[in-house]
Every structure is written in C-alpha cells, then in structure tokens.
C-alpha cells in the first residue's frame, strides 16, 4: 500500500461499473428499461464513468487502422492502433474497444465493450496493440421477430480509448 501512496507502484485497476454523481440521474428504480442507466445507455456526465482508472503517468493513444472500411456479417475485423507511456513513470494502461451503431433504426445501446488488453509500458515506450472483431458476433442484435441474432448494415463507430468516456480513437467502418 506504502509504494501505491508513494508513487513506486503504478496501479491499473479499472472500474467495472459506472458512478452517478446523484441519484437523480439514474431514474426510477420502477422502470426496469435500462434506458438511462450504466455506460451503455447513459448519455449524462456521471461522476467516474465504466472503465475508469488512475494512474501515476500519461499514455497517448495514435495511429487507429481497420484492416477493411466495408464488411459483411461473416467477416473479421483487425483493429490496430499505438499506445504509448508519455509520462515519467512506467505503467500499465487498459486499451478499451467499444462499438456504436451510429445508423440503428432500432433502440440500441450507446456503445458496447467489445474488447480490451492491459498493457505494461516503460516510460517512453509505445507498443501497437490489435484487437478482433467478429461481424457475426460484436456487431449484432437479438431480433424478436426472427427469434435470433442479426446484423443491421450500415455505419458503425469503432471506439478506442481509456474509459467508456475518455474516447482518444475513431473509425467508421460499413456493415453490408
């Protein structure tokens, strides 16, 4: 705990959850719609957002490539992008992937976690990071009418960054 208070180990815990800053932004505890409530729905400021950490040092994300601009369902996307320690402290830092249909004709969450990697950085060092995409998998919806999973085309918003909130990367990219 000692070297945690002192700056000699550089913590990367990160929050699974999301804090509010008041009650009164999460609504009623009668509605049972999630409208409104956790990272994927919330369209407030909260107060900590899902995913979020401290950390003794400072990482810059850069460079975000998609290995393809237009997709089909059945396809893979390959996400790169760089991270890199700018600070004076090594650390580890936790590379967060979300998703958002930006074209949905159907309610649909703000974005989605699809992936993540923790990374350990030395200061000054920067590493390329890739991460997978599966169309058939990250990019779907639970139809009710076809009792099944599906996949709605059009743009989707490829997200990189820190926290649900501190989004330092974007990408659209084409579901056909």
């Given at each position: 705990?000692?070297d945690?208070?002192?700056?000699?180990?550089?913590p990367?815990?990160?929050l699974?959850?999301t804090?509010?800053?008041s009650?009164?932004q999460?609504g009623?505890?009668e509605d049972?719609?999630?409208?409104?409530?956790?990272?994927r729905y919330?369209k407030?400021?909260?107060?900590?957002?899902f995913?979020y950490?401290?950390?003794?040092?400072?990482?810059?994300?850069?460079n975000?490539?998609?290995?393809?601009k237009?997709?089909?369902?059945?396809?893979?996307l390959?996400i790169?992008?760089?991270?890199?320690n700018?600070g004076?402290?090594?650390g580890?830092?936790v590379?967060?992937?979300?998703?958002?249909?930006?074209e949905?004709?159907?309610?649909?969450p703000?974005?989605q976690?699809k992936?993540?990697?923790?990374?350990?950085?030395?200061?000054?060092e920067?590493?390329?990071?890739t991460?997978?995409?599966?169309?058939?998998?990250?990019?779907?919806?639970?139809d009710v009418?076809?009792?099944?999973?599906?996949?709605?085309?059009?743009?989707?918003?490829?997200?990189?960054?820190?926290?649900?909130?501190d989004?330092r990367?974007?990408?659209t990219?084409i579901?056909?």
């Amino acid at each position: 705990m000692a070297d945690v208070l002192f700056g000699d180990y550089n913590p990367a815990g990160r929050l699974p959850v999301t804090f509010y800053k008041s009650i009164d932004q999460i609504g009623g505890f009668e509605d049972y719609s999630m409208q409104g409530k956790t990272y994927r729905y919330f369209k407030g400021k909260p107060l900590y957002p899902f995913g979020y950490g401290l950390s003794f040092t400072t990482f810059e994300y850069s460079n975000l490539k998609v290995n393809r601009k237009k997709i089909k369902s059945a396809d893979t996307l390959n996400i790169s992008f760089n991270v890199a320690n700018i600070g004076k402290v090594d650390g580890d830092e936790v590379c967060q992937l979300y998703v958002r249909d930006a074209e949905s004709t159907l309610p649909m969450p703000i974005k989605q976690l699809k992936g993540f990697e923790r990374v350990h950085l030395k200061t000054g060092e920067s590493k390329s990071i890739t991460m997978k995409l599966k169309a058939d998998e990250d990019l779907t919806y639970y139809d009710v009418k076809k009792c099944g999973y599906a996949i709605e085309p059009g743009d989707f918003e490829i997200q990189v960054g820190p926290s649900s909130q501190d989004i330092r990367l974007r990408e659209t990219i084409i579901v056909n």
